[in-house]
């Protein structure tokens, strides 16, 4: 088809150019098997949660005009951009522990960034979560709550799963991801199970974190507590967006195995993925061998977001 022929490709705003991200075999990390990757980092706004933050905006109450989520930073840019697409105020709380790319990305669309201490239970009143529900209260904001909100996998089972699901003409054997609200794996997880109740799911999540234990029931490890480096995945407790109904099983991962297998998919497959894509391959990498058939996966951000921290 020529240029010429083709029908107009002008998007009215950066908005509708999120989704249709490209999937992509990973053929050299993983030479033996079939194992696909959705490249979520080709969003707009840099992340898979590009997509959540605009179906739920689609919630936005008539009227307000300001905006607050709590965010590993994602999300936070996701809205910010979102915000500025709109006209609408834009507050996000980050943990202290948040890469300063990230923080910069979100100030750079024009919202403000609230820093809050990492190491706070989400109950403490000082905690990026409460941080971010007192702004909401003070100023008669929306708050997105992506931990608790229905809307954040929703968002996952009525978008991202559907274009995956036709992407690969319905050829998934297991689907592998990284779990920090639990959106995505709960969205997708519901999607594909629906359609074919074999598909497998399996969480990977740092090491100490809870949603091994949510999901199969296994003691939660004496010898350490959970804190990883690791941006976007891992919580203390299990957010209430996670539908462990869908979820086969988790495993857990070092910080440092996922850190080099972020520098393996920069060096041998070509993708500046980021941290917790790097944890779902070193996932993957243990998982193969009780896997068959074609594994699938989505890495949600860029190595971009850390070149300083991890590369
Ligand atoms: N990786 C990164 C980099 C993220 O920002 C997030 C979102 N917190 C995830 C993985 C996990 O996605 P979800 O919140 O849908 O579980």
Redesign the pocket.
Known sequence: MSVSERTSQVHGSVLDAIGNTPVVRLQRLFRDHDVVAKLEFMNPGG???DR?VRYMLRYLPAGVEHVVES?????GAALAMAAAVRGLRCDVTVPDRTSTEKIRRIEAYGAQVHMCASSLAEAHEHSYYSMAESIAAEHGAFHLD?YRSAL?RQA?YTDTAPELWFQLDGRIDCFV???????????IGRFLKERDRRITVIGVEPLHSSYREAVTGAAPDEDGTFGTVI???GKRAP?GT?DAAVVDDVIQVPDDVAVDFCHRLAREEGILA????GCVAAGIARLLPRLSGRVVTVF??SGA?YLSKYF
Not at 71 to 75: A, L, M, Q, V
Not at 177 to 187: D, E, F, L, N, P
């Open positions: 992340s898979i949660k959540m965010s590993s930073g994602n999300t992506q954040n996952h991801c990284g779990i920090g609200s639990g959106g995505t794996i709960s969205g941006e976007g995945v957010s996670f980021g941290g917790s894509s949600p951000d977001n």
